[in-house]
């Protein structure tokens, strides 16, 4: 059988980069004890874990089929992330009328941070405010998406001033022309966060929302997912069909409404669980994917194919995806090795 281990450092997460080895287990002859009874026999008794019981596809006991060939390979990257930030001048206004004291931009800050808390080290942040210089200036990317972008992001959202217009369309037209989210490696993605409609470069109306819209389906075009945030009481009560239109066009189905503190940071948790995902891509296509038995730290992981709680094998991807208690084990960093094997097709 084939054997991938997953190696990851310490206690970090599954998306992190590692190294998947398959190990050879073959005798001289190219023969592997296949029916448990410690010879190299090339006899099968259809019980590959040794354990005398039937054979079957929900067995978590692994197997001692013949290994197959011996590689080192790269497991899935982590995912780009570019927060694309709405600083206009409507931001300094309450999120919602029932705590007056409470301002957009004091909820934004308080969420960026716990975000950066939750997945730096399990994504790689990049920041782009609008507008930039004047009023209606579109947003460049002023933090690179990269491994240790959080430390700057923190420091430049702690020091976040609103002030200006809403140029939306632009800045998703930049952040669409922006090389980073160019990775041909990794998933790419951008998150929207806005408290209002567009108002440039047309002083808003049909044409500045439809020049939004456009920038969503050009980053889409290009493969990059978008997920929308409407901050604020106001756009959520009021406007938000063009959110929704944004979120459909982006990939992402549904837009987050935030009209408080608590619902910004659940938005920004469900879109950082969406982006660090619970699976593992395969660079081998299993030959019998019913063979398929995953180990945590050495221990088995139930193959769950109602997707509750354990593993399953997704062939259209060619990926190993984690359910329930198991992706939170993930999610958590609880797991440091993952051990994957695969069972070489019986001979004809």
């Not at 301002?103 to 994504?123: C, H, P, Q, S, W």
């Not at 889409?220 to 009481?233: A, M, S």
């Not at 019913?290 to 399953?312: A, E, K, L």
């Amino acid at each position: 059988m084939r054997v991938l281990r997953i190696l990851l450092l310490g206690m970090v997460p599954v998306a992190l980069w590692a190294v998947l080895v398959w190990v050879p287990a073959c005798s001289e002859n190219g023969s592997a004890d296949q029916d448990g009874n410690g010879l190299n026999d090339g006899v099968s008794d259809g019980n590959p874990d040794g354990s005398g019981n039937a054979d079957s596809p929900g067995d978590t006991n692994g197997a001692d089929f013949l290994v197959c060939d011996e590689e080192v390979l790269d497991a899935s990257p982590l995912s780009n992330l570019l927060l694309v930030v709405d600083k206009s001048a409507s931001m300094n206004d309450p999120t919602a009328g029932s705590d007056p004291d409470r301002t957009k931009v004091m909820d934004l800050r308080d969420a960026v941070n716990f975000l950066l808390d939750e997945y730096d080290g399990k994504i790689r942040f990049g920041w782009m405010p609008f507008p930039n210089q004047d009023d209606c200036d579109p947003g460049v990317v002023s933090v690179d998406v990269g491994d240790d972008s959080a430390s700057t992001i923190r420091m430049l959202v702690n020091a976040f001033v609103a002030w200006g217009k809403t140029p939306t369309g632009e800045t998703l037209s930049n952040a669409a022309a922006y090389e980073g989210l160019q990775d041909l490696q990794r998933n790419n993605f951008v998150v929207l966060v806005t408290d209002g409609l567009p108002t440039c470069p047309n002083g808003g109306g049909q044409a500045d929302s439809d020049l939004a819209l456009a920038g969503v389906q050009q980053l889409k075009v290009q493969g990059i997912d978008t997920f929308v945030i409407g901050l604020g009481e106001d756009i959520n009560s009021s406007n938000p069909q063009l959110l929704t239109d944004m979120a459909l066009a982006g990939g992402t189905n549904n837009y987050h409404p935030a009209s408080s503190l608590d619902q910004l940071k659940a938005a920004f948790e469900e879109i950082g669980k969406a982006i660090f995902d619970c699976n593992l891509s395969l660079e081998v296509v299993p030959e019998t994917p019913d063979w398929i038995w995953v180990y945590f730290d050495g221990q088995p992981v139930s193959r769950d194919r109602n997707h509750q709680n354990g593993f399953d094998y997704n062939g259209i991807l060619n990926q190993i995806d984690f359910y329930g208690p198991a992706c939170d084990r993930l999610l958590n960093g609880e797991v440091s090795e993952i051990e994957v094997k695969m069972g070489c097709a019986p001979p004809d």
